[in-house]
């Protein structure tokens, strides 16, 4: 319905300021002759970066110390964390994102897992093992989904995969909203019987809150 808005307005091209274009129908866009351009790798180290800092984040607890003493509590009960050197960190897609992040989490100390269907060699020039998608899941200590939404990727995140998972294990996403079945994953943090942590800059419903 919007793109025959637009086309009815007279737009010729959509530019999607992303590098991903799910969001776009492109039968639709097609079918009036509309052009769809995207920005297919915009500041990866920013976006690795952040995934990062959100690890950083849930492993040594900040949000809650950050909390705690804006509140007045310098209590530290329950606050110690771990490490990322040694852990395991494990990367689903090593595009220009994927790669940004498993060259900082090496400097970490991380032993760097990878899945993508086109290894890259600089990756295994860094070390990286490159593995299949549900031996990712049931190593690593550290998952980070920076792979985009296809048919096959669509909730990789599931009730079945999280079964896989570590007990205690970290899972981020900074890739597509849709990779995560977002019920089972709610469903696993509450079991704690593998996955611990969850951080998200992307959610599948999130066309309604933005």
């Not at 637009?6 to 590098?19: H, K």
């Not at 800092?53 to 040594?60: A, E, P, Y």
């Not at 209590?75 to 900082?104: E, H, P, Q, W, Y």
């Not at 989490?105 to 593995?131: N, Q, R, W």
């Amino acid at each position: 319905a919007t793109v025959d808005q637009l086309a009815a307005g007279g737009v010729r091209l959509i530019l999607c300021r992303s590098a991903g274009y799910n969001q776009v129908d492109l039968a639709a866009v097609k079918r009036h002759g509309m052009s769809v351009m995207r920005v297919p790798a915009y500041s990866p180290e920013s976006i690795a970066e952040h995934a990062v800092g959100m690890i950083l984040s849930l492993v040594r607890n900040l949000h809650h110390q950050f909390n705690r003493v804006r509140n007045g509590n310098f209590s530290m009960d329950n606050l110690v964390g771990f490490t990322l050197a040694g852990r395991t960190a494990g990367i689903v897609g090593t595009g220009n994102i994927g790669r940004a992040t498993a060259r900082i989490l090496k400097g970490f100390g991380c032993h760097i897992l990878g899945s993508d269907p086109y290894p890259h060699e600089a990756m295994t020039a860094l070390g990286m093992e490159y593995v299949e998608r549900d031996d990712l899941f049931a190593r690593s200590d550290i998952v980070v989904l920076t792979a985009p939404l296809t048919p096959d990727t669509r909730h990789m995140i599931n009730a079945e995969s999280l079964k896989l998972f570590k007990r205690g294990s970290v899972l981020i996403n900074t890739g597509r909203g849709p990779l995560i079945d977002t019920r089972a994953v709610i469903a696993a943090l509450k079991s704690l019987e593998t996955i611990h942590y969850l951080g998200i800059d992307v959610y599948e419903d999130e066309a309604g809150l933005f």
